[in-house]
């Protein structure tokens, strides 16, 4: 099936969403609101659907949509 064929219920983008910010999260360990904003500007979508400002974002997100529809256990932060 093509990436541009996945079909998720509202759960399931709800967990792609989450496993999307983790992976940035666990890149990017910047405590403050900047690296939400530097996030937000990587994911902004550009006239073609499929590209966004930054290219690797793009990959990122189909990974973490696969990995939702395959089953993989979430990732979780070290609670204190």
Sequence with gaps: ???DDLQLTQAQAYEA????VWQYNQ???SPD???LQMMLVAMEPTE???KTD???SWADWVQCVRE???G???PHLPRS
């Design 1 to 3: 099936m093509a990436d």
């Design 48 to 50: 073609d659907r499929y």
């Design 54 to 56: 930054d290219p690797a």
């Design 27 to 29: 890149r990017d360990k």
């Design 72 to 74: 993989a256990p979430l």
């Design 17 to 20: 969403a989450y496993r999307f």
């Design 33 to 35: 609101a900047t690296s």
């Design 68 to 70: 939702t529809l395959d």
